[in-house]
T-cell receptor, first 111, second 113 residues
Framework: GENVEQHPSTLSVQEGDSAVIKCTYS??????FPWYKQELGKGPQLIID?????GEKKDQRIAVTLNKTAKHFSLHITETQPEDSAVYFC??????????FGTGTKLQVIP | DADVTQTPRNRITKTGKRIMLECSQT?????MYWYRQDPGLGLQLIYY???????NKGEISDGYSVSRQAQAKFSLSLESAIPNQTALYFC????????????FGPGTRLTVL
């Protein structure tokens, strides 16, 4: 089955700096790569996703890049703000099948 | 009202007790999931159901069972709870007609003493 590794497990940045979270996956058939944000006391919520026919996708301060050859994808958050502090999960799936999640990154943005 | 609800939100129980966690959704989605979250281990899939008649084991199904009572309801049972089942449990839904965006409930914090 699919295996998703995520790094780092914790990340602290100064407000206004950029944050990068990296994930690798094992199943070359995977073609859907979502990112979820989990705020304290809540369930994870999708913030951005990318499909294998696209190398990069951007939504305001958030961007995701995908390298299918190397089987890795990354989340980039620019101009970080305190409200970006949360746990972030990457995930991978093939088609409409179940999703495999990474182990999570706890991001702390220091004001 | 929330689209995905879980009851109870918090539960403390003793070793050996039977526990049921319930999940209801108003999103009209056909797929439902139960995940367990432990610090440093991310979200591990316990069971999933792609429709009312379809139940599948996930990565960590031992010690758990599920019931899909209706399209909108999916319950998780711990037949005989043990302390290492202390965790945060999430229910999620998705629509088979759309790519696998999952919608999570608020979670149930379970403590087994």
């Amino acid at each position: 089955g699919e295996n998703v590794e995520q790094h780092p497990s914790t990340l602290s940045v100064q407000e206004g700096d950029s944050a990068v979270i990296k994930c690798t996956y094992s199943d070359s058939a995977s073609n859907y790569f979502p990112w979820y944000k989990q705020e304290l006391g809540k369930g994870p919520q999708l913030i951005i996703d990318i499909r294998s026919n696209v190398g990069e996708k951007k939504d305001q301060r958030i961007a995701v890049t995908l390298n299918k050859t190397a089987k890795h994808f990354s989340l980039h958050i620019t101009e970080t703000q305190p409200e970006d502090s949360a746990v972030y999960f990457c995930a991978a799936s093939w088609g409409y099948q179940k999703v495999t999640f990474g182990t999570g990154t706890k991001l702390q943005v220091i004001p | 009202d929330a689209d995905v609800t879980q009851t109870p939100r918090n539960r403390i129980t003793k070793t050996g007790k039977r526990i049921m966690l319930e999940c209801s959704q108003t999103k009209g989605h056909d797929r439902m999931y139960w995940y367990r979250q432990d610090p440093g281990l991310g979200l591990q899939l316990i069971y999933y159901s792609f429709d009312v008649k379809d139940i599948n084991k996930g990565e960590i199904s031992d010690g758990y069972s599920v019931s899909r009572q209706a399209q909108a309801k999916f319950s998780l049972s711990l037949e005989s709870a043990i302390p290492n089942q202390t965790a945060l449990y999430f229910c999620a839904t998705s629509d088979s007609r759309a790519y696998n965006e999952q919608f999570f409930g608020p979670g149930t914090r379970l403590t087994v003493l």
